[in-house]
Structures are given as C-alpha cells and as structure tokens.
C-alpha cells in the first residue's frame, strides 16, 4: 500500500529557533500534499495545502510566513516553522494524494511529527 | 461550508460487543465523501472506511460499517465484536467540491475505551 513518511517523528527545539519537518511519499509520486497541526484532544486543523511546483494554499488565519511549506518534488514536502515559540507546539501530520488516482483512499497520512519549543 | 459533527467526545464499550459512533454532517454539495478514520496513542491516522454521497449501500469493512442515512445527513460508524485493540480515537471527515475538492474536514473525535 501506499506509505507516507515523516521525519523528524520527534523534536524539541528552543524558541526562536527554525524546525523542518520532511514528508515524504515512499511508493508513489504525490501531486498535492497536505499539512495539519493538531493540539492534544482536539482535532486535526488544515494548515495548508501544497501543490509540486507550485505556491502552496494556506488556510485562513494561518501565516505563511511563519509556517513555510516547499513542494520541491512529487515525493517530498517539507514544512518549516520559522521562529518557533511554545505556543507552536503541537502535532504536525501531512497528508499525500496520489497523482492521478481520484479513488477513495487517495490522501495516505504520514505517521506525524510531535515539536516541542522551550 | 462544510461541517461534521461529532457529539460523543468519549465512548465505553465491553470487548466482544458492539459500538455506534455518531456523525452528522452538513454541506450543499450534492456529491460527496465521507470518511471514518482510527488514531491510536501513537498519533497515526488510520483509514477504516469510505462512503459516497451516490453509493446505493452502506460500506463495510471487515468490522466495520457505516450506516448511511443520507436523508438526516448522518454517517455513523458500527464496530462490530469490539476489541482492546480499537480503544482509540476515532474521527469522521469529509471531502466535498465546496470545501476545495481534495480537502478534509474533521470532526472534533470520539475518544473509544473498549474494557473487559
């Protein structure tokens, strides 16, 4: 089946500080690619959709200067957060949508990235 | 716009038994998906079942099903023969044209307990 890595899996960092987190789509080539962020107990938020070659969507009250997302390759999307500050810690999951299939499980999710700014 | 509702933020049930996870969901878009996913502890989003807005029957997956009752806009989720195993928490979403056509909408979750 289709699989979707992330990595780092786990990071701490000290505010102000920038952390990238890499998804990467391991057996197939992912035209769009998705980022969540999701708090404890709640549910997974949009942040942002991202499309290879192309300026990623951001969702409403999402800054995207903050929250820097590259689509450089149909395999791989990486989510950078800039200036990080603990209240940016969080859940990060992305999603991938293989290219050219419009099936029922076409968005595979990675397995998350857990930041933790001091 | 689109919206999924969840209304049991916690659900207990005894191994061996079965389970009824609610959804409602509500959006214009004549067509539609809807999706059910498990994420354990772990964080991992796991795909348990899909239904179409057009599909005449309700999906089934192993233990799964989804009772579609397009009608009163609800998509509920049926776990059959619980297990320890599905103690998780367990989200409803949905993909609709309207919502930008390849994006999720979440509901908030129903934490499952499954005890002996």
């Known amino acids: 089946g289709a699989v979707v890595s992330q990595h780092p899996s786990r990071v701490i960092c000290k505010s102000g500080t920038s952390v990238k987190i890499e998804c990467r789509s391991l057996?197939?080539?992912?035209?769009?690619m998705f980022w969540y962020r999701q708090f404890p107990k709640q549910s997974l938020m949009l942040m942002a959709t991202?499309?290879?070659?192309?300026?990623?969507?951001?969702e409403q009250g999402v800054e995207k200067d903050k929250f820097l997302i590259n689509h450089a390759s149909l395999t791989l999307s990486t989510l950078t957060v800039t200036s990080a500050h603990p209240e940016d810690s969080s859940f990060y999951i992305c999603?991938?949508?293989?290219?050219?299939?419009?099936?029922?499980?076409?968005?595979?999710f990675g397995p998350g990235t857990r930041l933790t700014v001091l | 716009a689109q919206k999924i509702t969840q209304t049991q933020p916690g659900m207990f049930v005894q191994e061996k038994e079965a389970v009824t996870l609610d959804c409602t969901y509500d959006t214009s878009d004549p067509s539609y998906g809807l999706f059910w996913y498990k994420q354990p502890s772990s964080g991992e989003m796991i795909f348990l079942i899909y239904q179409g807005s057009y599909d005449q029957q309700n999906a089934t997956e192993g233990r799964y099903s989804l009772n579609f009752q397009k009608a009163r806009k609800s998509a509920n989720l049926v776990i059959s023969a619980s297990q320890l195993g599905d103690s998780a928490m367990y989200f409803c979403?949905?993909?609709?044209?309207?919502?930008?056509?390849?994006?999720?909408?979440f509901g908030t979750g129903t934490q499952l307990k499954v005890e002996l």
């Open positions: 979403a949905m993909r609709a044209p309207t919502g930008g056509g390849n994006k999720l909408t």
């Open positions: 057996d197939f080539q992912a035209t769009t």
């Open positions: 991202s499309n290879e070659g192309s300026k990623a969507t951001y």
């Open positions: 999603s991938a949508r293989e290219a050219g299939l419009a099936g029922v499980t076409e968005q595979f």
